[in-house]
């Protein structure tokens, strides 16, 4: 904010030595902490983060998923007459998939996948 104040004080002068007219002078102009944010709020600026230059095709992110692809649904219909279902030990055969892409969205990595691991 203290560099918008006085950008604004030395565009200010510049104008007003332009137009050396008698009320220019009689102008002041005293940037408040009020003057600016209602000027930030009429011009549309916005206070964001910097990530340290770094531009968002720089910026990546990975997350890893388990995937059940042998999984059997835990639920199925039966008739009136039945009273369980014949058993069967589900199959709990699990992939893990790492995922990656970029923050701008236009890279995305090929999903790593890893067949049995340790510790799930």
């Known amino acids: 904010m203290p560099i918008i104040q006085e950008k ?15 009320s220019s002078e009689e102008l002041e ?4 902490t009020g003057w600016c944010t209602k000027f930030k709020r009429r011009s549309g600026i916005k206070h ?6 770094y531009r968002p095709q720089q910026i990546f992110n990975c997350d890893e998923t388990g995937l059940f692809w042998k999984f059997m649904p835990n639920r199925t219909y039966i008739t009136k007459d039945e009273k369980s279902v ?7 055969d699990r992939l ?23 510790n799930p």
């Open 8 to 22: 604004a004080r030395e565009i200010f002068e510049k104008l007003k030595e332009r137009t050396s007219g008698s």
């Open 29 to 32: 102009l005293k940037a408040t």
């Open 48 to 53: 964001v983060l910097m990530h340290e230059g």
């Open 86 to 92: 014949p058993g069967h030990k589900p199959m709990k």
């Open 96 to 118: 893990t998939l790492l995922l990656r892409a970029n923050a701008s969205g236009d890279m995305m990595l090929k999903p790593l996948l890893v067949y049995h691991s340790e």
